[in-house]
T-cell receptor, first 109, second 115 residues
């Protein structure tokens, strides 16, 4: 059974800092890995999708990497802003989408 | 208008009541999903449907049933609600064209409280 772990569970940083969120998964037989953002009381928004054959994807200030063989992914956020405050969820697609429990990010002005 | 809508957005009910949560999508996607989210447990898959005639159980289907009335509509029912079904419920859709690039689009969620 696929298991997805995210570390840390919560993170607080001052505005402007660069930061890294970590995700690990137990079964490397995946189709893709996805990062989502969830704002309080709202649904999930897809941020980045990395196919199993890819090493990284970038979107604006976000960069996600994938090391399938070691079962790890990182989400790098550059020059953090208060609007980045949210919970970030990592999910891997194998026979279904399996989610981690998320990292709650707070960016302090 | 939102691509994936859920009704109701909030519901408080009593133990033993039958509850239906509805999901509609305008994305034209064949695949639809129901998840529940609990603090400390993350999102877990309840049921999924790859087309109108295809319904599959997810990780935690006990106590739930679903109906795929049309490509655009997927309903989740709790036949006899119990307090541990109190959670945030999400509907999602995906195109399902290619597994490696198939991302899911989520509705805003339904907060269900069972007293």
């Amino acid at each position: 059974k696929q298991e997805v772990t995210q570390i840390p569970a919560a993170l607080s940083v001052p505005e402007g800092e660069n930061l890294v969120l970590n995700c690990s998964f137990t079964d490397s037989a995946i189709y893709n890995l996805q990062w989502f953002r969830q704002d309080p009381g709202k649904g999930l928004t897809s941020l980045l999708l990395i196919q199993s054959s890819q090493r990284e994807q970038t979107s604006g200030r976000l960069n996600a990497s994938l090391d399938k063989s070691s079962g790890r992914s990182t989400l790098y956020i550059a020059a953090s802003q208060p609007g980045d405050s949210a919970t970030y969820l990592c999910a891997v697609e194998s026979y279904q989408l399996t989610f981690g429990k998320g990292t709650k990010l707070s960016v302090i002005p | 208008d939102a691509d994936v809508t859920q009704t109701p957005r909030n519901r408080i009910t009593k133990t033993g009541k039958r509850i239906m949560l509805e999901c509609s999508q305008t994305k034209g996607h064949d695949r639809m999903y129901w998840y529940r989210q609990d603090p400390g447990l993350g999102l877990r898959l309840i049921y999924y449907s790859f087309d109108v005639k295809d319904i599959n159980k997810g990780e935690i289907s006990d106590g739930y049933s679903v109906s795929r009335q049309a490509q655009a509509k997927f309903s989740l029912s709790l036949e006899s609600a119990i307090p541990n079904q109190t959670a945030l419920y999400f509907c999602a859709t995906s195109a399902g064209l290619r597994a490696s690039t198939d991302t899911q689009y989520f509705g805003p969620g339904t907060r269900l409280t069972v007293l």
